[in-house]
């Protein structure tokens, strides 16, 4: 009896586990920043779309380019141009939550992709980024370590 009741919390945890959230913000096919080039943001300050077809992964999220010199940037590198908080809210991560973005909430601060919720929430972020931004480094790794 205790062996079949082992068994089945097991089970329970490999399937709450299967359906816990990722450590990267992706879309149901694995796709990280709904699609977008991560290294544009940085190098031409857009936010411009990738291509199907020109890829990478990292940390189980596929992440698409709009030139073949991004995505070679990227696998050299990807550390400098992964977003924040894998993707998620950064005000959502301050708050020890994680939550998804509008992509055009996007800015560069301090060599750091960050992403939030809605403009009303990037404005009330940027009223007092540093701020937020150490509380959101703070509970990153517990919130990285529960969507894992």
Excluded at 56 to 77: L, M, P, Q, V, W
Excluded at 83 to 99: T, V
Excluded at 101 to 125: G, H, M, P
Aim: proline residues 5%; aromatic residues 12%.
């Amino acid at each position: 009896m205790k062996s079949s009741l082992r068994f089945v919390a097991a089970f329970a945890l490999l399937a709450i586990a299967a359906h816990a959230k990722s450590p990267v913000n992706t879309d149901a096919n694995g796709l990280a920043l709904e699609g977008h080039d991560p290294v544009a943001f940085f190098t031409i300050g857009v936010a411009l779309p990738g291509k199907p077809g020109l890829t990478a992964e990292h940390n189980g999220a596929t992440y698409r380019f709009a030139k073949k010199a991004h995505r070679e940037s990227f696998i050299a590198n990807p550390e400098k141009f992964l977003p924040a908080y894998g993707g998620y809210c950064a005000y959502g991560a301050a708050k020890g939550a994680l939550y998804p973005v509008d992509i055009d909430t996007w800015q560069i601060f301090e060599d750091r992709l960050i992403l939030n919720y809605s403009a009303k929430i990037k404005e009330q972020f940027n009223a007092d980024i540093e701020a937020f931004l150490t509380a959101a480094d703070a509970n990153w790794p517990g919130l990285n370590t529960a969507a894992n």
